[in-house]
């Protein structure tokens, strides 16, 4: 691999870590932050607290315990040894579970917000009109909270492009395989080759920002529609 | 077709406690102060509150009893709500067939373009809420609610989040309602104007107790309720529409006690409207005036005194099958000796026609 490609290639593994992340999380996300949206429970202090976890929580804490897990004495890289596959330590596979644990906060609380400030009433309202609590969950409650959504993703997406803890700890930094952009970058540094390191850096920043740039945008565009 | 209702919801330190029985037509007012329980009484019949025990019974179906509780989207109802409750991301035409879709079609009783010419809205149909004035949403809100072909339509103070002007735009649309349509309705209020305007019977609710049931005009003249004893309190009479008289400008309404003269515009020949008297219009005398500008006078019987205060009397009277109330000084009921069974003149100063 040419120095170029490796780079590339880290630029790709990325994005793909990233778009799988933000697709899995708001698969997973939305039913958690509907229920936690809704539910009267007295103990939902402590489904939030988790949620919140990873927004404190050091990256190399998450990733030593995701390690310890996925490894192959681990609880769950040792089921997948013993049933013949391989570890999810150091694989890719591996880096988007730890990605999903690192991002949640970022996708699950705009949700959260979201549908709480819908509020009751206009799913009561569906519900006297003859919509079953699924219909009036996808044609009242998801268009509705559609600036969420779109904040959750792309907060999702861009936090995970800037994961390094993790990643470090449980992917290595195995090129071709495990390696992103942050850690290409810190690798570049190390070496002292900063042209490559600046360019990969730069990318990274003006990704960044077009995406939030976007949310903003559209969010405003959707608070003037529906006021 | 009834409705039947057994309710016991407790939210906080406030318990609806209620056993009620509703006719299956013409508007039911349920009438209150704020904090009574009428929008409580409201939901659990929309299914809204879910309750144990709780026992409800439209017609021949049992919507809720002993291990039965119709959710509320299975419940054919039309429920429409004292704030804005339009869809914000729907237009007008989407958020009216938003409840339309959903039924099936041998369900669909009341056509959408019947229910859009009714509240008179067919200019907003492309609109987006925002771009609505309160009273349009509203109409617009009434209107999906009863094109879901409902077996009761709950109106939950649809005019009090409204501007004087915009409940004169509503009005008359909900009085062509109670006209057209042949559903019962529910209708919460604590404008006595709206219920006298608007009800044929009324449930009187205070601190989740039901205090009475009965006919608008019956529960308005009672002496034993708090109705009768405000400083506006009037008597709400119908009456049908019996000729007109274009040299004066008067229209002639006659009731069981009586022919009324009311001047204003000319009213449709037989068509049923609702008189309202208020009761310090009511003068009595114990002989019949001839010689008077007064043109409303009936022979009354006096049923029932109750003093306000020591300087006034309210006087329940029967003329011909109504009730009428007359508030009058306590020095004029002394003078003219009356108790319940005298024999008087009731004159009456001023009508009102509301519908």
Redesign the interface.
């Known amino acids: 691999m040419t120095p170029y490609e490796q780079d590339l290639t880290a630029l790709f593994i990325t994005l793909k870590l990233a778009g799988l992340t933000t697709l899995i999380l708001l698969l997973i996300g939305t039913p958690v932050a509907w229920w936690l949206a809704r539910t009267r429970w007295r103990l939902k202090f402590l489904v939030e607290s988790v949620v919140a976890l990873p927004l404190v929580l050091p990256p190399t804490v998450l990733g030593f315990y995701l390690l310890l897990t996925l490894g192959p004495h681990g609880p769950i890289g040792g089921l997948m040894e013993s049933l013949g596959g391989r570890p999810l330590a150091f694989t890719f596979t591996g880096l988007v579970i730890g990605s999903v644990f690192y991002s949640m906060p970022f996708v699950i609380q705009p949700l959260q917000n979201a549908f709480t400030t819908i509020g009751r009433r206009p799913l009561e309202v569906a519900a006297t009109l003859g919509a079953s609590p699924l219909d009036r969950f996808f044609t009242v409650a998801v268009p509705l909270a559609r600036p969420g959504f779109l904040t959750a993703a792309v907060l999702g997406f861009a936090h995970t492009l800037g994961e390094f803890g993790v990643v470090l700890m449980i992917g290595g930094n195995i090129p071709g395989e495990t390696q992103v952009v942050s850690i290409a970058i810190y690798d570049h540094v190390e070496s002292l080759e900063y042209t490559r390191a600046h360019w990969l850096s730069g990318g990274l920043l003006l990704l960044s920002f077009l995406l939030l740039m976007a949310v903003y945008a559209l969010n405003r565009r959707f608070r003037m529609v529906q006021p | 077709m009834t409705i039947e209702a057994r309710f016991h919801v407790e939210r906080g330190d406030f318990t609806l406690d209620v056993d009620l029985a509703i006719p299956g037509s013409g508007v039911t007012a349920i009438f209150g102060p704020s904090g009574c329980g009428k929008t409580t009484l409201l939901r659990a019949i929309?299914?809204?509150e879910r309750t144990p025990d709780d026992y409800l019974k439209v017609g021949n179906e049992i919507w809720q009893g002993p291990g039965k509780f119709l959710?509320?989207?299975?419940?054919p109802?039309?429920?429409v709500?004292q704030?804005p409750?339009l869809?914000?991301?729907l237009n007008v035409r989407r958020n009216l067939e938003?409840?339309l879709r959903?039924?099936s079609n041998r369900a669909r009783k009341v056509s959408l373009e019947h229910a859009i010419e009714l509240l008179g809205i067919g200019h907003l149909l492309e609109r987006?809420p925002?771009q609505l004035s309160g009273g349009e949403q509203q109409r617009i809100a009434i209107a999906?609610?009863l094109a879901?072909s409902p077996a009761i339509l709950l109106l939950d103070e649809p005019l009090a989040a409204l501007e004087e002007q915009r409940k004169k735009e509503i009005l008359p649309y909900l009085e062509s309602l109670h006209q057209e349509l042949q559903i019962p309705v529910l209708y919460v209020s604590h404008s006595r104007n709206e219920v006298a305007r608007l009800a044929d019977h009324m449930l009187l609710l205070t601190d989740g107790r039901i205090q009475a049931a009965g006919p608008v005009g019956e529960l308005f003249s009672r002496l034993d309720l708090p109705l009768a004893h405000e400083a506006d309190t009037e008597t709400v009479i119908e009456a049908v529409v019996a000729g007109r008289d274009d040299t004066y400008d008067i229209s002639y309404l006659d009731f069981s006690g009586g022919r009324f003269a009311v001047t204003g515009k000319p009213l449709p020949r037989n068509a049923c409207v609702r008189l309202q008297v208020l009761a310090r219009d009511v003068s009595l005398t114990l002989e019949r005036q001839h010689q008077t500008s007064i043109l409303n006078i009936f022979a009354a019987t006096v049923e029932q005194l109750a003093e306000e205060g020591s300087a006034q009397v309210t006087v329940q009277l029967r003329v011909g099958s109504v009730s009428l109330l007359s508030r009058i000084t306590r020095k004029s009921a002394v003078d003219l000796d009356l108790k319940p069974g005298s024999e008087i003149y009731a004159q009456v100063k001023g009508v009102a026609v509301l519908t």
Do not use: D
């Open positions: 929309a299914g809204l959710p509320p989207h299975r419940r109802i039309g429920y709500i704030e409750s869809f914000v991301h938003y409840g959903r039924l987006r925002h999906r609610a879901v």
